[in-house]
């Protein structure tokens, strides 16, 4: 079945460092590819997303690319803030599924230190 | 934008009791929701699809006795968890979406603790 597999935080960094947080993925096909972000107290949003093979998605200086050769969706961030502080979820939408359904990675808390 | 609720946001109940969560869309119509289970450092399970009028879609291995949903309009869902155990304790999140289309259009409530004792 499909999978979403993400780096285990949490990841702490000082404010205006580099961000990645690794997002690898199972599918059948040529799922859709999505990263969430949970602020405290508040539901998951959807930060970016990419449909297809070398798409970038990219909101709020938050990037990912999708790349099928290494069925990777790394995120990237040039210059994080304290208010980026939050946990992010890499997820997948594939054709074969019904509906809307999503698989989620496990989340990847992230701590942003001025 | 869309905003769901959950309400309660945390639950502490005794074994053997019930147990109801609510999840509303504010301001539109959700013609699907959905019911997601998260455990300590782990993803997102979806448990069970829920349409307005309709019986819900349960994943597999997800009792449906056990975690009740009900649909009963455009803008609330209920999941029930009947006579609730430790190992129900965990975080359950809803989501809505207002059309049937693409999951981006999935909007999530800020989610129910539940610890059972």
């Known amino acids: 079945g499909d999978s979403v597999t993400q780096m285990e935080g949490p990841v702490t960094l000082s404010e205006e460092a580099f961000l990645t947080i690794n997002c690898t993925y199972t599918?059948?096909?040529?799922?859709?590819l999505f990263w969430y972000v949970q602020y405290p107290g508040e539901g998951l949003q959807l930060l970016l997303k990419?449909?297809?093979?070398?798409d970038k998605g990219s909101n709020k200086g938050f990037e990912a690319t999708y790349r099928k050769e290494t069925t990777s969706f790394h995120l990237e961030k040039g210059s994080v803030q304290v208010s980026d502080s939050a946990v992010y979820f890499c997820?997948?939408?594939?054709?074969?599924?019904?509906?809307?359904?999503?698989?989620f990675g496990g989340g990847t808390r992230l701590m942003v230190k001025p | 934008g869309a905003v769901v609720s959950q309400h309660p946001s945390r639950v502490i109940c005794k074994s053997g009791t019930s147990v109801k969560i609510e999840c509303r869309s504010l301001?539109?119509?959700?013609?699907?929701m959905f019911w997601y289970r998260q455990f300590p450092k782990q993803s997102l399970m979806l448990m069970a699809t829920?349409?307005?009028?309709?019986?819900?879609?349960?994943e597999q291995g997800v009792e449906k006795d056990k975690f009740l949903i009900n649909h009963a309009s455009l803008t609330l869902s209920t999941l029930t968890v009947t006579s609730a155990h430790p190992e129900d304790s965990s975080f359950y999140i809803c989501?809505?979406?207002?059309?049937?289309?693409?999951?981006?259009?999935?909007?999530f409530g800020p989610g129910t603790r539940l610890l059972v004792l």
């Open positions: 989501s809505a979406s207002p059309v049937v289309s693409g999951p981006e259009t999935q909007y």
């Open positions: 599918a059948t096909g040529y799922p859709s």
């Open positions: 990419a449909t297809k093979a070398d």
């Open positions: 997820a997948l939408s594939s054709p074969y599924n019904a509906g809307n359904m999503l698989t």
């Open positions: 301001d539109f119509q959700a013609t699907t």
């Open positions: 829920s349409n307005e009028g309709s019986k819900a879609t349960y």
